[in-house]
C-alpha cells in the first residue's frame, strides 16, 4: 500500500520546509515532496496528514549496552571500575534469557519513546553460546525498533564466564547470526570485539577478518579509561590506536567507541585511516572517564556518530540530549561556543550514523528506511517555532515526540509504545527484581 505522511513541516535536505509529505511504500521512501504534488501525482494513496506537527528523521543510537538498563541507578556516584564491579560483574550472575529479553525491551522502549529509530547494540553476555543474543534480536522486533547487532567478541579471563568466548567460537557464533539475519531490513550483525584490554590480539585480528567476510564494520571499545592506555602501553608498547593499526585493523571499517585519550598522532592517524567514531558524551560525563576531542576529530577527518551508551552509565537514552550534551561539553571544555554547531550534531545523530553503519536511515529521502518522527509544534519545548531547528537540538523535551515510524510502520503514538504498554514493561522489571531479591 502506498501512504503520504504530510505535516505542517517537513525537515529534509538539511532544512524545514512548508507542507513537506512523504511517500511510503513497502517500509521504503519512494517520493518526497510537497503535500499536493504528491496527492495529485499518487492519487491511490493513503493520506495521513498531522496537523500541527513536524516530520523529521528518526535519530540513530549507534552504541549501547541493553541488559544495562536493568542496572540503572546502581552503584551511582562511583569510580569507573567501582561501577563496573558493583553494578556488571556484580548482577552478570542474575542474568538469564528472561532478564536479557526484559533489559532489552526497557532499553528499546525508552529509545522508541524518545525518537530513536534504530539502535546499535553493542551486547557481550553470551553465555556459551546465541540464546541470549537471540533474545535481544526478540525484543527488538516485537517493539519494531531497527536493529544493529553488534556482537562482541570477548576473551580476557578478568570478566565474568559468561562474557568470555575463544576465538573460533566468537567467529563461528557471530557469522552464523550475521548470516542467519542476512538480508532482513530490521536486524543486521557487525561483529566487534570488545576492546584492546578485553580482546586479544587474535581475537581482534578475527573481528575485523570477520567483518570483511561479512562486508560490515566492526566495532571496539578504545581509550575510554586512562588505565586502559597504560595497560596497552605496558603490555604492547603501542598507544591504543597505533596498537591497531599495528595489528592491521584500523581502517574504514572501525568503529571506535569513546576515543576520550587520544594523542594527536592517534587522532591523525584514524583520520588517515577513515574510521569512525561512537561518541558517548552522558556516559564520559557519568563516569568521569574524560573529553573526548571532537572538533580535533572532525578537522583530522574522523566521522562521528553519537551514542547513549548503557542505561546504568548516562542513565537516560536520548540521541536528542546526546546532541545537547556533546555540544555543550565541547564549547565548555574548550571554552569557545563555536567549536561544534547545532549542525554538526544533529548529522552526527541522524545522517552521520546511517553513513557510519552502512544503513539507508537518519535522513527523509527517496530510497531510504521510513524511519521518523512526528513533533508537536505547539510544545513549549520548541518554542518560538522561528528557531525551530535549534530548539529541536537545544531545547526540546521528550514529551513534544508525538508519534514514531520505523519502515513505514507506526511503533509509537501520543504517549503509548503500540505493541507493549510501559506498564507491561515496567512490571517484568519489577518481578524481576523481586526475583533476585530472593536469590540474594
Known sequence: MREIYSADVLY???????????????????????????????????????????IVPGTVNSH???????????????????????????????????????????????MLRYGITTVCDFFYVHNGGTVYDEAVIRAAGDLGIR?????????WTGAPLAYRETVPEAVERTRSLAKKYQGNPMVTVHPAPHSPHAASPEMIRAGHKLAMELDTPFHIHVAEEMFEVEEIRRDYGLRPVHYLDSLGVLDERMIAVHLVWLEDSEIELIGARRGSLAYCPSSNMFLADGVTRIP????????VTLGTDGGCSNNRI?????????????????????????????????????????????????GQHADFAALDLQDLSLAPKRELFANMVYAMQPGAIQTVVVGGKVVFEQGKIKALSEAAIGGRVDRLFEKWARLE
Open 64 to 110: 549501547n549496552h541493553s541488559f544495562q538498563s536493568l542496572l540503572r541507578g546502581i552503584a551511582i556516584d562511583k569510580p569507573f571500575l567501582d561501577w563496573r564491579d558493583q553494578a556488571l560483574y556484580k548482577y552478570t550472575p542474575l542474568l538469564d534469557e528472561e532478564a536479557i529479553y526484559t533489559g532489552a525491551l526497557l532499553a528499546f522502549g525508552e
Open 12 to 54: 529534509t535536505q538539511d532544512e524545514f520546509k512548508k507542507n513537506g509529505a512523504l511517500l511510503v511504500e513497502n517500509g521504503i521512501i519512494t517520493d518526497v515532496g510537497e503535500r499536493e504534488e504528491l496527492r495529485d501525482r499518487y492519487p491511490d494513496a493513503r493520506h495521513i496528514h498531522w496537523e500541527g506537527r513536524a
Open 318 to 366: 536520548s540521541v536528542y540530549e546526546e546532541m545537547r550534551m556533546c555540544a555543550l561539553l565541547q564549547k565548555v571544555s574548550r571554552l569557545d561556543g563555536t567549536c561544534i554547531t547545532a549542525g554538526q550534531v544533529y548529522r552526527m545523530g541522524t545522517r552521520s550514523a546511517g553513513e557510519i553503519l552502512r544503513l539507508p536511515v537518519g535522513s527523509l529521502e527517496t
Open 296 to 303: 580535533d576529530l572532525l578537522k583530522a577527518g574522523v566521522r
Open 147 to 155: 536493529l544493529v547487532f553488534a556482537r562482541t567478541m570477548y576473551d
